[in-house]
């Protein structure tokens, strides 16, 4: 259920984009939302009315993850403004990748505790 719980606690923390998001927890979210949406995929090429659930799905998660790359980079002691990178064509998705697989910043920032020393997965402020 461990694998599970970062993705259980993404949704949890719903649009909650204060706090700071430890990179274990925030890879293995990416990992659970790639693999659904790697089925719906499969399940589509199958069956066309998995698009219709593929596309909600698709909305269903866009909040709480913007909310959750936001902490990720609250983790790295960057402001979620960083997010607009993504809009650089190629060069801001390289860039942003580069913040995600960082490491925390050790101790406290401006945006709160580092969760890796209070033993939390997510913290908000």
């Not at 936001?70 to 809009?87: C, I, P, Q, V």
Request: charged share 10%; glycine share 6%.
């Amino acid at each position: 259920m461990e694998f599970f719980q970062p993705y259980i606690n993404m949704f949890k923390n719903y649009a909650t984009f204060s706090g700071r998001t430890r990179r274990k927890d925030f890879w293995m979210a990416v990992l659970v939302n790639f693999l659904i949406s790697l089925i719906l995929s499969i399940l589509t090429g199958i069956a066309s009315f998995f698009g219709i659930i593929q596309m909600i799905y698709s909305l269903a998660i866009l909040i709480p993850f913007l909310a959750m790359w936001a902490r990720r980079l609250h983790d790295t002691s960057k402001s979620a403004w960083f997010l607009l990178l993504a809009l650089i064509p190629g060069i801001g998705a390289i860039i942003l990748l580069i913040f995600a697989c960082m490491d925390s910043q050790p101790g406290a920032n401006q945006y709160g505790p580092n969760p890796k020393e209070c033993n939390a997965s997510y913290i908000s402020r």
